[in-house]
Nanobody, 121 residues
Framework: QVQLVESGGGLVQAGGSLRLSCAASGSIVRINVQGWYRQAPGKQRELVATITYGGSIDYADSVKGRFTISRDNAKNTVYLQMNSLKPEETGVYYC???????????????WGQGTQVTVSS
């Protein structure tokens, strides 16, 4: 089994910054892609940013220039630095990882439990 544990959420004023972390543990051979998604109240979960094992990055248009995703492959950890936060970015932020484990034939997706980010106006 694989576990993803997120940290770093909280309450911040508009224009402020937060840094999220997500550490993966378990029988991990390789994490192919790690990413962050968010879900605002009453809305569907949406992509924020992803990063591949090789370092290729993709951002939602709405966060480009303000958010930075990075990863430490040795620690199986992904980070999301969020700057210039806006009230409409309030929601639960979820970590996702596509993982090849030692006991499975194919890679599969895992999700963290989510961390609340609240941006006050």
């Amino acid at each position: 089994q694989v576990q993803l544990v997120e940290s770093g959420g909280g309450l911040v004023q508009a224009g402020g910054s937060l840094r999220l972390s997500c550490a993966a543990s378990g029988s991990i051979v390789r994490i192919n892609v790690q990413g962050w998604y968010r879900q605002a109240p009453g809305k569907q979960r949406e992509l924020v940013a992803t990063i591949t094992y090789g370092g290729s990055i993709d951002y939602a248009d709405s966060v480009k220039g303000r958010f930075t995703i990075s990863r430490d492959n040795a620690k199986n950890t992904v980070y999301l630095q969020m700057n210039s936060l806006k009230p409409e970015e309030t929601g639960v932020y979820y970590c996702n990882a596509n993982v090849k484990t030692s006991w499975a034939l194919v890679s599969r997706d895992y999700w963290g439990q989510g961390t609340q980010v609240t941006v006050s106006s």
